[in-house]
Each structure stands twice: as structure tokens, then as C-alpha cells.
């Protein structure tokens, strides 16, 4: 039995809480790995966990193993990191997380260049819009936007956007332009879900909120997206949503006097581990892409204030 391999089915198990979670993140069958964690114990001498209809709990000994395996697997990563040398490419499984309409944008077109870069390198992209569980998932980093609302969350902050009221040319045409943020009532905003609906908009020290209440929510980006595109009314995002769109001038930056907060995007790791190597490199990657200028926006953006 490889005692590498053991320990990475054991911490496995014990990150998803079950030899099945375990598996899918292995990409193995369940049977493989309950049959190395058995061999691990044999080997050991001492069981790791308790078996049970209601699940698996680790023993006293299982938690202790676990805490240095974790350490033992994060530190054998950095070694064989170390001995290819710097210039040399990342291998293995990278597994990361984002939410699709960003990551459709602004990550997927530059992933070629990434893997290219380290052709040793494979990578696991889950889409999704909500917070998933990253250990429960076996995510090594995920791109997420916003306040993150855990102070204990390992977090690396890699760019930050700027919010708008945006809308295009044709629903202006036929709802109106607004002047000042309190116009905002008299129209149909799109509403992110998961997002409060209430925008606060501040201009020479002074702060306004508008509370809205748009006939359509969703529960996506993607759903927002397509809704103003349909010109079915007009929204708060950050740019990066309508990058493109904003660059030809098909949305339109309204209220650009008043302005909103930023929004901050973040390389999120999980929690009680080390970023690994390809973790960081993969966040280096992003932030650099976040970096390069967007287009220069088309001169027919709206000048309303």
C-alpha cells in the first residue's frame, strides 16, 4: 500500500465526511478507497474511524493522523514543487470554483494560456452561482465576488469593479432615462436574488437608498444578463458582467454622477489547509488577467446624471 496514496484517502474522507464524498472527489470508485483507509488501519494497528448507520466519526487516533497527514500531504506538494525547480510546470489536479457568467467572461477564454503554461497541469472548473462547500467539493481555490461574510474564510483579494446602473438604449427609449436615484421607483429593475434590494448610491458626501421592487429576480447572473440584453429594464451589477456590452456601447452607464460601492472579487481557499502551489499559481494567473485594461468603452455611452 502507497503511504501517500492512503493518507490522501484517508484526509479525503475525513474533509468530505463520508467514503463516498471521498470518492467523487478522487474520481475513484467508494470501494477503493473504504478498502485503503481498512489497510491503513491494519497497517497502523488502530482504528481511524467508526463505522456506523448514522455515518463516520473519527476516533481520538483518527483525528490525530488526520492533522498530520493534512500537513504531511500539503508539505510533499511543496517538495516536489521545490525539486522540479521554479521554472519548472505544475502537475497533478487542480479543482477550482466560480460563478459561470464571470467565469464565461473573464476566465475560461484565458485558460488555454494557463495550461499551457503548466502542460502537466489538470483542471476541474465547477460553475456555479451559489456558495458551495470547497472541502465538502475538493475545491483547491474558488473565484468569489462580493463581502465574504466569514472572518475565518482564507482569502486572497485579486481585483476590484466598479457597480452601475445599467440598461440599454432601447428600454431608455421607451421607459425613460433616469436623473437622480429616486427615478429609479418609476422603472423595472432586475434584481439579483441573492443580493439585497435596496442600492445605496452616495454623491459629495451625501448618501441616498432606493429600495426596488423589480417585477423579475433571478437567482443567476446569467438570468440578469439575458433580461437586460431583452431590454426587459435596467439593473445594478458590477461592470465585469457586461464588459463586452459596455465596451460596444449596446448597455448604457446611467447615474454617473452618483456612485456605488465596489465590488471586490477574491480567491477564496479552504479553510484549515495551506494554499497549495497550484492554488496560488492559478490566483496569480487570475488576478493578473483582472489586471490587464478593459477596452476602452464606446464613446456613445449614456452621459445622464
Excluded: C
Excluded at 105 to 110: Q, S
Excluded at 236 to 248: C, G, N, T
Excluded at 285 to 297: D, E, N
Aim: no cysteine; net charge neutral; glycine share 6%.
Amino acid at each position: 500500500m502507497d503511504r501517500l496514496t492512503a493518507m490522501t484517502h484517508f484526509v479525503r474522507v475525513m474533509e468530505t465526511g463520508s467514503f463516498s464524498g471521498a470518492a467523487r472527489v478522487l474520481d475513484i470508485g467508494q470501494p477503493a478507497v473504504s478498502k485503503t483507509v481498512a489497510q491503513l488501519e491494519q497497517r497502523l494497528g488502530v482504528k481511524l474511524l467508526l463505522r456506523s448507520t448514522h455515518g463516520l466519526t473519527p476516533t481520538e487516533a483518527g483525528l490525530r493522523f488526520y492533522e498530520r497527514a493534512r500537513l504531511a500531504l500539503q508539505e510533499a506538494d511543496e517538495a516536489e514543487l521545490a525539486a522540479r525547480g521554479a521554472g519548472a510546470g505544475l502537475s497533478g489536479r487542480l479543482r477550482i470554483s466560480a460563478a459561470p457568467t464571470f467565469a464565461r467572461l473573464h476566465v475560461l477564454p484565458h485558460l488555454p494560456r494557463f495550461l499551457d503554461a503548466h502542460p502537466g497541469l489538470d483542471i476541474d472548473v465547477v460553475l456555479d452561482d451559489r456558495t458551495i462547500d470547497l472541502i465538502a467539493e475538493g475545491i483547491d481555490v474558488s473565484l468569489r465576488m462580493g463581502v465574504l461574510a466569514d472572518s475565518a474564510i482564507v482569502a486572497r483579494k485579486l481585483a476590484s469593479s466598479r457597480r452601475s446602473v445599467l440598461a440599454t438604449a432601447e428600454y431608455l427609449s421607451r421607459a425613460g432615462t433616469p436623473r437622480v436615484p429616486a427615478d429609479l421607483a418609476d422603472h423595472q429593475t432586475l434584481v439579483f436574488s441573492q443580493l439585497s434590494n435596496v442600492w445605496n448610491f452616495s454623491r459629495d458626501g451625501a448618501e441616498v437608498s432606493v429600495l426596488v421592487q423589480g417585477r423579475a429576480r433571478f437567482n443567476a447572473a446569467e438570468g440578469i444578463r439575458t433580461a437586460v440584453l431583452a431590454h426587459m429594464g435596467l439593473t445594478i451589477v458590477s461592470d465585469w458582467m457586461f464588459a463586452p456590452e459596455l465596451a460596444d456601447g449596446s448597455v448604457l452607464r446611467l447615474l454617473q454622477e452618483w456612485s456605488l460601492p465596489d465590488i471586490d472579487l477574491w480567491a477564496v481557499f479552504p479553510t484549515g489547509r495551506l494554499a497549495t502551489a497550484k492554488a496560488r499559481a492559478f490566483s496569480d494567473f487570475v488576478a493578473s488577467v483582472m489586471q490587464t485594461p478593459a477596452p476602452a468603452t464606446a464613446a456613445r455611452e449614456s452621459q445622464a446624471g
